[in-house]
Structures are given as structure tokens and as C-alpha cells.
């Protein structure tokens, strides 16, 4: 396994959320995994992601936490299925009135989450040492 040093990405503006969005891409996680709480205004999932930076060939497990959330809307997840297992596609961000937005957390097979912040505050950090996987993620780019 290559040189393997934990993430801990924080992002305050659009361009650092692309960075967590391409160390996200392609983690997985259960929906129990999706916590909001909303007394707090916290958001917290955790994947296993894949780690590219590494050179492939690991998962760690990864915690993302976003603040200054205002709500959450869920859309074709099944969220009573506590063990389903959703796969990231990306994370993107919608301005809206400055700073704020939506946060679209979207998953494959169309689910996503909805996440409407006063303003981008995120957090990445890897939780667990990486493991060996032999699945690599892979997209059939097809259109069939």
C-alpha cells in the first residue's frame, strides 16, 4: 500500500468544496450513517471513501460534517432502511443568498440530499487507518 497520510480537509468557499468533492467521489456509506442534527445545525456522514490520493487500492473510513445547516431534504433515499448502502457521485454547491446555499449531496441510482446552509462550512477527516479492497470504483460510461 502507498505512503497513506489521514485527510483533514476543511472547506469555506465553493473551490474548497470541490476538493472534498473528488476525495469523495465514489464513497460509500449506510444510511444510518446520515446523521442531522438539528438543534446543532450539523450534518454528519461517514463513508468509507476510496483513497485516490494513495494510489488506489484502500478504503478509510471518513467523516464529513457540515455546519450552519438550516435544513435537510432527502429525495429517493431510503431513510427507514437504516443498512442500505449509498454511493456517492458528488457534492456540489448552489449560491443562493451570499454566503449561503444548497448543498446537493448526490448519490447513485438518483438519490440525493438537499442540504440548505447559512453559509459553506465543512469538515473531512479521515477516522480509521485504511484497508486493503479489491473493488475499484468504475463507471459504466456506456449509456446502456
Known amino acids: 500500500m502507498a505512503e497513506y497520510s489521514p485527510l483533514r480537509l476543511l472547506a469555506n468557499d465553493a473551490d474548497d468544496l470541490q476538493v472534498m468533492a473528488t476525495t469523495l467521489q465514489d464513497a460509500v456509506a ?45 429525495r429517493r433515499l431510503r431513510r427507514g432502511a437504516k443498512d442500505a448502502v449509498i454511493e456517492l457521485l458528488t457534492l456540489t454547491f448552489e449560491p443562493g443568498e451570499a454566503p449561503g446555499g444548497v448543498l446537493m449531496l448526490s448519490f447513485a441510482g438518483g438519490g440525493d440530499l438537499r442540504v440548505a446552509v447559512e453559509c459553506i462550512d465543512a469538515v473531512l477527516a479521515d477516522v480509521s487507518p485504511p484497508w486493503r479492497t479489491r473493488r475499484t470504483p468504475g463507471h459504466d460510461l456506456s449509456g446502456t
Open 30 to 74: 449506510k444510511i444510518g450513517d446520515v446523521r442531522f442534527d438539528a438543534k446543532g445545525r450539523l450534518l454528519t456522514v461517514v463513508f468509507n471513501r476510496f483513497c485516490w490520493e494513495a494510489g488506489g487500492g484502500s478504503r478509510v473510513r471518513s467523516g464529513l460534517q457540515l455546519g450552519s445547516v438550516l435544513e435537510v431534504k432527502a
